[in-house]
């Protein structure tokens, strides 16, 4: 069964600064698709960035990237100039198909402090 | 925007009770989902439907049962209450087709709390 873990239940940076959010997973599947969730003290999981595992290229989205290693089954998210809006609870997610269904698999979250 | 939504924000029931909880969405979405969220513990999935009528297990669907009878409408049972069901509820729902690159659009959550 795919397992993801996110190892930093909590982190907490310098507005203006970078941070580093790790991420590990477990799979024997070859294709799939990585994803970084944010969840806001509103409570709507948000979307981030996504990662085509077939892809060397690592995804972008403005001030934030990823750093995915395929062979260490790695998937780090990086926040360049990190906002107070930013503050939430971020969930790694792996995901596989199922009758269809887009199945994802969530590690247990890092909450990120941004710190005026 | 998909707009998902959960029928309650909060909600407090006693041991014992049939809680029903429900989920709309508006984009006409095949595929919908039950996630139960605690902490340390991530967001782990409890049933999802990929069409009307049709339902999955997930994880941990012990104590729960579902109900999707119309395709923006999805229901979480929980036949009898107990305090470990406790916890927060998120719904979501996506496009079916053989792109994983879907993503699941998410509903505000429902904090249950069971007496």
């Known amino acids: 069964a795919q397992t993801v873990t996110q190892s930093q239940p909590e982190m907490s940076v310098q507005e203006a600064e970078t941070v580093t959010l790790s991420c590990t997973y477990d799979?024997?599947?070859?294709?799939?698709?990585l994803f970084w969730y944010k969840q806001p003290p509103s409570r709507q999981m948000i979307l981030v960035i996504r990662q085509e595992a077939y892809k060397q290229q690592n995804a972008t989205e403005n001030r934030f990237s990823v750093n995915f290693q395929k062979a260490a089954k790695s998937f780090s998210l990086k926040i360049s100039d990190s906002q107070l809006g930013d503050a939430a609870m971020y969930f790694c997610a792996y995901s596989r198909i199922i009758q269809g269904a887009q199945k994802l698999v969530f590690g247990q979250g890092t909450r990120l402090t941004i710190n005026p | 925007d998909v707009k998902v939504t959960q029928s309650s924000r909060y909600l407090v029931k006693r041991t014992g009770e049939k809680v029903f909880l429900e989920c709309v969405q508006d984009?006409?979405?095949?595929?919908m989902f039950w996630y139960r969220q605690d902490p340390g513990l991530g967001l782990r999935l409890i049933y999802f439907s990929y069409d009307v009528k049709m339902k999955e297990k997930g994880d941990i669907p012990e104590g729960y049962s579902v109900s999707r009878e119309k395709k923006e409408r999805f229901s979480l049972i929980l036949e009898s209450a107990s305090t470990n069901q406790t916890s927060m509820y998120l719904c979501a729902s996506s496009l079916f087709g053989p792109l994983i690159d879907q993503p699941q659009h998410f509903g505000d959550g429902t904090r249950l709390s069971i007496l």
């Open positions: 799979t024997s599947e070859s294709d799939y698709y």
């Open positions: 984009m006409d979405h095949e595929n």
